[in-house]
């Protein structure tokens, strides 16, 4: 190949390259080193004193042009190849992300949790106990030996004689005794029990409790009274007050019905407090003296309260639920309205 021909005829071949392979087998071919244009410097050998310089330098010029266009070449087969990897790669922004559905505290446990904030800053602990109880807990240390009529109040799931499904949380209460012998006692028992009811919209053979048990020197009802003010400022706002009745329970003497000014209509008279302005929320009163005696307590040193709150009535008037089977069927519908409430 002639000289002068050289530039060109690799311009030619550099710009036809397709991919920065072809482009390295033609720099090869021309600039390799035993390329064509290092070709022609093994010709100098063969020339005169005075062509030598002159050829040199042409020589040279090319093998610069070349060079520079298999830069040029580079770069253009370079950037081709990055907008063919990000073609291939391409995110289109417009199509839908995923969803990440969050849960959702379950609307029982949002009332247990803010009982239990509530009375942990009263200082009190939280007792647990089994939910497959003995009789002995669940009854005969409760005051209710076997044959006592009271029995009948909570239909009793038995697994033998003397072992049953709980049906209060009180059992805690014997069992927080036994363990304490005699010392002073603040705690709260949440937890499941269970009756044979037939479930409709306002019974369920399994439902929540949270049981309350304060024993100490000089605890009288009014320490109650004031206790449960407490609980219901805390679930059904701080105007609320509170009444207690007189009634019955086997292990408190005297017992009381808690009744809370409604939240509805403030004590007017509304559906929801049946006109009479107080909606009746839990039962309590003070330990009785054999529940104590029973229990490893002397009722002339040391005395106190109980209470049970039934979790499932607190949230379904709290937030106006009208069915408690709702609380059981995960329908994500229901329970997202409880998303962020707390
Ligand atoms: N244990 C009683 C019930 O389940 C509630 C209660 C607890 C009443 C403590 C008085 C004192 O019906």
Known sequence: ???????KVATEEIEACEDLDQLNETRVKYLGKKGL???FMSKM???????????GALVNKIKSAVE???RIAQEKLEEKKINKKLESEAIDVT???????????HPLMQTIEEIEDLFIGMGYEIAEGPEVEEDLYNFELLNLPKDHPARDMQDTFYINPNTLLR??????QARTMQAKKGEPIKVICPGKVYRRDDDDATHSHQFMQVEGLVLGKDISLADLKGTLHEVAKKIFGDERTIRLRPSFFP??????????????????GC????NSGWIEVLGAGMVNNNVLKMNGYNPDEIQGFAFGIGVERFTMLKYGIEDIRNFYMNDTKFLNQFKGVK
């Open 68 to 70: 520079e266009k298999i």
């Open 37 to 39: 244009i290092q070709g």
């Open 95 to 105: 199509l839908p992300g995923y969803k990440f559905n969050t849960g959702v505290i």
């Open 271 to 274: 559906p929801i407090c049946k």
């Open 1 to 7: 190949m002639e000289l002068e021909n050289v530039e």
């Open 251 to 268: 292990f408190t003497e005297p017992s009381v019905e808690v009744d809370v000014s409604c939240f509805k209509c403030n004590g007017k």
């Open 45 to 55: 050998r063969d020339l005169t004193n005075e062509e030598r310089p002159k050829f």
């Open 167 to 172: 049906t209060h949380t009180s059992p805690v």
